[in-house]
C-alpha cells in the first residue's frame, strides 16, 4: 500500500480498456454501414484486434496436439495410427517388453529427438511438429533399431 503510481504516467489497463472499447463501438457502427464509413478507422482497429486473436489460437492449436500411442515390445514397434497429417504429434511411447526400452524420431523439421529410457511397464512423452514427408521412429536402446524396432511414418 505504500507505493502509488505516478500521477503522470497513463495506466496501461486503462489504455488498453480504452482501445477494446473503441475497437468494439467501432465493429457495433460499422456493421450497419459495412463498407463506406470504415476505410479511415478500419485498418488500426483490425490489426489491433487480430493480436489477441492470432496469439489464443496458435494456443489451441498446440494444445490440440493429436495423441499417437507407441507400443514397444522385443523387438518391435507399434503405432496406434498409420496415415499422418501435418500437425503438431504427442507420441506416447509404452514399453510393454521385458527389457528396457525408449523412443527417438527424427524427420523434416525434427532433429533426432528421443526420449528417456524405460524400464519394462513405463512409458514417456515425445511431442513434435510433423511437415509433410518421412519420418523414422526406432529404439535407440542397444541394436534394437537393427533387430526390428524401426519404422517410418510418411506425412501427407
Ligand atoms: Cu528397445
Wanted: charged content about 10%.
Amino acid at each position: 500500500m505504500s507505493r502509488l503510481l505516478p500521477p503522470g504516467r497513463p495506466r496501461p489497463g486503462l489504455v488498453a480498456v480504452a482501445l477494446v472499447a473503441a475497437v468494439m463501438t467501432a465493429g457495433c457502427s460499422s456493421s450497419k454501414s459495412s463498407s463506406a464509413a470504415s476505410p479511415p478507422a478500419a485498418p488500426s482497429t483490425a490489426t489491433g484486434a487480430s493480436g489477441p486473436a492470432s496469439a489464443s489460437g496458435t494456443a489451441g492449436a498446440a494444445g490440440a496436439a493429436t495423441t499417437v500411442t507407441v507400443t514397444e515390445t522385443e523387438y518391435a514397434l507399434h503405432l496406434s495410427q498409420s496415415s499422418f497429417a501435418p500437425g503438431s504429434y504427442t507420441f506416447v511411447a509404452k514399453d510393454d517388453g521385458h527389457v528396457s526400452h525408449a523412443l527417438a524420431i527424427s524427420g523434416p523439421g525434427v532433429p533426432t529427438t528421443q526420449t528417456s529410457t524405460l524400464d519394462p511397464g513405463g512409458s514417456a512423452n515425445l511431442t513434435v511438429t510433423l511437415q509433410k514427408g518421412s519420418y523414422e521412429l526406432w529404439c535407440p536402446v542397444d541394436s534394437h533399431k537393427s533387430l526390428g524396432m524401426d519404422t517410418h511414418i510418411q506425412v501427407s
